[in-house]
């Protein structure tokens, strides 16, 4: 792709025999998740604890397979391959399996459970062209930054201070970009049925990812397929990592389903950014309060209570948790402190966009993409188109700030 500095092709590495285990992040998260679920047992309610562990399951998931929306997409537009769109055509399968049966009901295993529906608006497409810029500056999506920040990457840790930056600001100006033309909200659940739906979208996502096998077999005669681990059994690998993409896939999905049973709508990531900021900005003084986005009474209810007592807020704790284990386990927290200036740039001009992105367009790759889809909701659609093209503005301003373009797919989400 003309204008892209990147490294030269080469097919998925293997991965190298795996460090030794370190003991000390092990310990220091296991305990954090034992204690954090405890005392949330105790000082709020079984569900919260509950969806604290699912939190720590998907931190650990990402982690081991290491899971990305960012670099996926960034080595597919600069050397088409697509092992890693088609696994997240094979989490949109499964999730959609699981969800449009459960969401034409209604309920599930007793419990009320909807899904995210959005408009179909300017403001989506808007935003979500945004967060896919900064997805490719910032290093990470919302899923990649908080693994990334658990695994040990202080970069990652800048990016998520401007990510929760630009969710305020995002939150200060919604009322705004909300009012600009758009669509009602459309689910094809509730407008087909579960069935037609589903037909509809496997067919869509198997396009897709037939779509990548043929571009990447014209760019490279192949399909570049990494090689099995070595050195380790698959008892081993279990604990330890590295997985498969596609178990990943399956697991996230899965996982995505019991927060769906438990918390009566699918998993999400950012309003719990917007949260967080909101609360310190209120605590020096800035009244939040009266924005509209916080006089909902969702909203509003959320920003008078603890963080603890926010879904989304617990499972990203039990997320940034989750994957400092699995970090220890295979060997490799090994912060990097020392961060060049451009890069360090990077991440907080892409932390900004992605906040401010991520609330235009009523969520990031995991509450609009992957939460929309698994919905049915058009604006999931509008928000890939829109925030994959961001990424291809990204991955081409990559080399200004001193980011490479690599064009062999690694074993990171960012």
Known sequence: M???ATTASAPLAAPSLAPR???????????ALILGAALLLQGVSAKQAALFAIGGALGLVLYHAAFGFTSAWRVFIADRQGAGLRAQMVLLAVAALLFFPALEAGSL????VAGYVAPVGVSVAAGAFLFGIGMQ??????????YAVGGGSTRMVVTLVFFIVGSVLGAAHLHWWAALPALAPVSLVKAWGAWPALAAHLALFAAIAALTVVLERRRHGRLLAPEAPRGAGPAARLLRGPWPLVAGAVALAVLDFATLALAGRPWGITSAFALWGSKVAEALGIGVAAWPYWSTPANAAALRASVFADVTSVMNFGIVLGALLAAGLAGRFAPEWRIAPRPLLAAVLGGLLLGYGARLA???????????IASSSLHGWLWLVSAFAGSVLGTRLRPLFGLEVERAARRTGC
């Open 362 to 372: 009523y969520g990031c790759n995991i509450g609009a993409y992957l939460g929309g």
């Open 137 to 146: 500056l910032g290093g990470g999506c919302a899923s990649g930054t908080l």
């Open 21 to 31: 285990l370190d003991r000390r992040p092990v310990l220091a998260a296991a305990a």
């Open 2 to 4: 003309s204008g892209i």
């Open 109 to 112: 295993f007793g419990q009320p």
